[in-house]
């Protein structure tokens, strides 16, 4: 059973444009949450994270958002650019234990 | 952050053969841990390495199959052992910081 769900595996934007890439968990009990964006050929790297006693988080391009009602979050990228494309996955976990993270979703930004 | 290093940073094995990762972190740490990253799949735990005692495997991860080693707070080894071309995968060391966790650069396995 999946707890931490991505259910776009692809995502395509328009260079400028904004990206929305969502992310969808189970536990209620999760109350940190993570995102990071991977290369080919290279480990994941921390972008942004955001507790549960906030509904929203903003570092320069990129904004998360934490619905807790919904057990839902997103990370907006806007304006996106080409650098940008990659796999994105977030992760989410509750105190004390251990990250669970989501399958990804692949962003390609199109000049 | 964290400046994690992971040696080597590839290799294609041969079938019942073992290999020995490495993975170097700038500071001390706590915990570290492995996960796995097997083709167009997410990341997936494989154990929790602590100094000084024994590393807690996840379910269907077994010490035979990948023993760790964890001699000091900077550094730990996974081996991958008795390979199979199940094993092809990429295997990322991480630690934890501050509330976030930070991984190295991975070691992509080809095992024929």
């Known amino acids: 059973d999946q707890q931490v769900k991505q259910n776009s595996p692809s995502l395509s934007v328009q260079e400028g444009r904004i990206s929305i890439l969502n992310c969808d968990y189970t536990?209620?009990?999760?109350?940190?949450f993570l995102w990071y964006k991977k290369y080919p050929a290279e480990g994941p790297t921390f972008l942004i994270s955001?507790?549960?006693?906030?509904d929203k988080n903003e570092d320069g391009r990129f904004t998360v958002f934490l619905n807790k009602s919904a057990k839902h979050l997103s990370l907006h990228i806007v304006p996106s650019q080409p650098g940008d494309s990659a796999v994105y996955f977030c992760?989410?976990?509750?105190?004390?234990?251990?990250?669970?993270f989501g399958p990804g979703t692949r962003l390609s930004v199109l000049p | 952050s964290a400046v994690i290093s992971q040696k080597p940073s590839r290799d294609i094995c041969q079938r019942g053969t073992s290999l020995t990762i490495q993975c170097q972190v700038d500071?001390?740490?706590?915990?570290m841990f492995w996960y796995r990253q097997q083709p167009g799949q997410s990341l997936t735990l494989i154990a929790t390495?602590?100094?000084?005692?024994?590393?807690?495997?996840e379910s269907g991860f077994v010490i035979d199959k990948f023993p760790i080693s964890r001699p000091n707070l900077t550094f730990s080894t996974l081996t991958v052992s008795n390979m199979s071309p199940e094993d092809s995968s990429i295997y990322l060391c991480?630690?934890?910081?501050?509330?976030?966790?930070?991984f190295g650069p991975g070691t992509r396995l080809t095992v024929t």
């Open positions: 991480s630690v934890l910081r501050a509330y976030e966790q930070y």
């Open positions: 536990n209620s009990m999760f109350d940190y």
């Open positions: 992760a989410a976990r509750k105190d004390g234990q251990n990250f669970v």
């Open positions: 390495a602590n100094q000084g005692s024994e590393a807690t495997y």
């Open positions: 955001i507790s549960s006693i906030k």
């Open positions: 500071s001390q740490v706590t915990m």
